[in-house]
């Protein structure tokens, strides 16, 4: 290389450092452009360079190829780098040479070695401030998180437009179901496909960002909101493109309108309306589970932050008591059983369970509840026999949530005998499954009670999984007819309801169910039990709850019901 081409090279590789060295304003023409002349220079044909963002990735091929000189025709590769950063990225620089192209001196190999260099130091150092950014403002699979939802309410409220849209944070309902009815990949395909309809709908500046598992936060301009409450709602979503199968998808959605002149602060400014609303949302009794903030919704978001942080309190300080409601024979009025109910008496008043019992389900806390009824129970049976009292049967309830108890029959029995109760007079109530998983976890704990002797009955019957199923594969001692199916106007014999509650109490005595009907009320459903040959009822017709002491004095006693 003669002296002139000396000095151009180290113009040229001069201009190209400096274009490379203004961050955020480099212009990528200026770069090429002057890279294209060094490799005129050191007669190079062909440069490529390859970016990865770990090792698995090089191996799957799956990276940044990029080729900004390239002169066309035959050429070999004269000088190939590849470099793994500390971060176990992976760039790779290649240069080529026409076929026909005499060898490289050294000092035009050292040149090339040290072009090459720069231009990899300059992608490495571009391309892993894009994979920081994307692994900052996206999760592993792609969505946009928290950040993102963050960092775009930052950039609506500088624009002074965020009272033009609407937050939403959405939980995707039974969506465990989904992966279980379809498997997890044609699951994963159903959520995207969820979330591209959504994407269409909530406008430009909008965004849709997962939180994590199934829980997504959404930023939706105003004039869009019945279309994005449409999608909540419910939409059938197609997850095998061959067949087109498609499977029904909706939401629990909190919403939070942000006014005109909204304060914003921070992400906490929105999140504190949202995550209420949200809840509030998840805890409806109806198909439309969505719920837009109001003042209505904090104090209730409020009483249930209340009651979590009082429970460990009240627990520990035995507030919680045990109510027995009788259970009783049909024919002689006898009092034959009972069901623990639990009531929360605190500075003398009587908390309903409606208040307490729906917050403590949303947590694993209901199960210390039911462990801590269970002990009571346990415990009054012994002082009864101890006493020499004509005892009777009592169930317990054991709330679903129990079912992520790998050791929930072990649980169980270890309460039991350690109160030296015996097993004949314990029976546990646990209610219907909704999956097949809880389904096979729920046989494995009865089976488990049955061969300890401990009686068992299913609650709930007809709300769950496969109540058919329920029945037949599960051995069972008591039925538990709910009060829905007990007609109202007993005398219609015709009516749904009367021919489901014949029904049921048939089938259940023919495979070997001895059944309760709760609920009674009249001395007409009364006659109905009699009728249909359903030996024991519960309900206020013989009593309401009672306090352990007044349950006590009518135990070996009858009601008269004649």
């Known amino acids: 290389m003669d002296e002139e081409k000396r000095q151009q090279f180290l113009e040229e590789y001069m201009k190209m450092n400096d274009a490379m060295a203004r961050p955020g304003m480099f212009d990528r023409n200026e770069v090429v452009f002057h890279l294209s002349n060094l490799c005129k220079l050191l ?59 005499p060898e490289h001196s050294p000092e035009e190999m050292y040149k090339m070695d040290l072009v090459l260099r720069s231009i990899l130091s300059f992608v490495s150092m571009n391309r892993l401030l894009g994979a920081i950014e994307q692994m900052a403002f996206n999760d592993d699979t792609g969505y946009p998180n928290i950040r993102s939802f963050t960092r775009r309410l930052e950039k609506l409220n500088i624009e002074g437009t965020l009272h033009q ?102 992400q906490g400014s929105v999140m504190d309306k949202l995550i209420p609303a949200n809840r509030a949302a998840r805890m409806q009794d109806k198909e439309d589970l969505i719920v837009f903030y109001d003042e209505k919704v904090t104090k209730a978001f409020d ?80 002082r009864w026999l101890d006493e020499g009292r004509e005892v009777v049967k009592v169930s317990v309830n054991l709330s679903r949530k129990h079912l992520l108890d790998v050791d929930l029959f072990e649980h169980i029995l270890s309460i039991i005998n350690q109160n030296g109760t015996p097993h004949e ?42 109540s058919l199923n329920l029945i037949r594969e599960i051995p069972w001692n008591v039925l538990k007819i709910d009060k829905c199916f007990l007609p109202v106007d007993v005398k219609n014999t015709e009516s749904v309801t009367s021919m489901m509650y014949k029904h049921v109490l048939s089938m259940a005595k023919d495979i070997g169910l001895e059944c309760i009907t709760e609920g009674v009320e ?41």
């Open 43 to 101: 007669r190079v044909c062909k440069g490529v360079t390859e970016f990865y963002i770990n090792p698995s990735m090089e191996k799957a091929g799956r990276g940044e190829r990029l080729c900004d000189v390239d002169y066309n025709g035959p050429c070999r590769i004269i000088h190939r780098i590849r470099i793994v950063t500390k971060s176990m990225a992976i760039v790779i620089g290649t240069l080529y040479a026409k076929e026909e192209e």
């Open 165 to 266: 849209f609407n937050t939403a944070l959405l939980n995707l309902r039974h969506f465990s179901l989904v992966n279980e009815d379809v498997g997890r990949q044609a699951g994963d395909i159903v959520m995207r496909n969820y979330c591209r309809m959504i994407e269409a709908v909530v406008g430009e500046g909008g965004i849709l960002c997962r939180m994590g598992g199934d829980n997504f936060l959404a930023i939706f301009r105003k004039e869009n909101t019945e279309s994005f409450l449409e999608i909540m709602r419910g939409i059938p979503i197609a997850y095998d493109p061959n067949s087109q199968r498609r499977i029904m998808v909706s939401a629990g959605t909190g919403v939070f309108v942000i006014p005109e002149g909204f304060e914003y602060v921070n």
């Open 303 to 382: 009483k249930t932050k209340r009651i979590q942080m009082q429970f460990p309190i009240a627990l520990e300080k035995n507030e919680f008591h045990v109510f027995y409601q009788p259970k009783v024979n049909v024919y002689t009025g006898k009092i034959v059983g009972a069901e623990a109910l639990c009531r929360w008496i605190k500075d003398d008043r009587i908390i309903p369970p409606v208040e307490f019992i729906p917050i403590l389900e949303t947590t694993t806390e209901i199960c210390l509840l039911d462990f801590y009824m269970l002990d009571k129970v346990c415990k009054d049976i012994k």
């Open 425 to 466: 007079y314990i029976e546990i109530e646990l209610t219907e499954t909704t999956t097949d998983v809880e389904f096979r976890d729920l046989k494995r704990v009865v089976a488990g009670l049955q061969h300890e002797g401990i009686s068992t009955s299913v609650d709930d019957f007809g709300m769950g999984y496969s």
């Open 522 to 562: 009249t001395r007409e459903q009364l006659e109905l039990l009699r009728e249909n040959e359903c030996n024991t009822a519960q309900g206020f017709l013989f009593d309401k709850p009672l306090p352990t002491a007044e349950f006590e004095k009518k135990l070996g006693t009858s009601y008269v019901i004649d």
